[in-house]
Nanobody, 126 residues
Framework: EVQLVESGGGLVQAGGSLRLSCAFS????????IGWFRQAPGKEREGVAG????????YYADSVKGQFTINSDNAKNTVYLQMNSLKPEDTATYYC???????????????????WGQGTQVTVSS
């Protein structure tokens, strides 16, 4: 059974940083991609960053380039999202998600991902 568990959310002041973690297990895919998504109240879920297991390539939404960094620790089966210079508009529930794929295309479209965590809340105060 595939499981993804997010942690690391919380309340932070504008300009601060947080690091989210996504611990995953139960994968039977040779190659996969893991993405971070967020959803604010009343808004659609949007992808912010992704990483491919095959070559470690990373990709980002334009809105977070230079601000967020995704990386992975394969020994710990964990993917991280380092978020710096946080702004109130970054407030959302953050989810990690996974998809099994070969030669994973870089996509941050939510419906392309099959497995989801429960989410972790990030609140940025002004």
């Amino acid at each position: 059974e595939v499981q993804l568990v997010e942690s690391g959310g919380g309340l932070v002041q504008a300009g601060g940083s947080l690091r989210l973690s996504c611990a995953f297990s139960g994968f039977s895919f040779r190659d996969y991609a893991i993405g971070w998504f967020r959803q604010a109240p009343g808004k659609e879920r949007e992808g912010v960053a992704g990483i491919s297991s095959a070559d470690g390539s990373t990709y980002y939404a334009d809105s977070v380039k230079g601000q967020f960094t995704i990386n992975s620790d394969n020994a710990k089966n964990t993917v991280y999202l380092q978020m710096n210079s946080l702004k109130p508009e970054d407030t959302a529930t953050y989810y990690c998600a996974a998809r099994g794929c070969s030669w994973c295309l870089e996509t941050l479209i939510p419906y392309e991902y099959d497995y989801w965590g429960q989410g972790t809340q990030v609140t940025v105060s002004s």
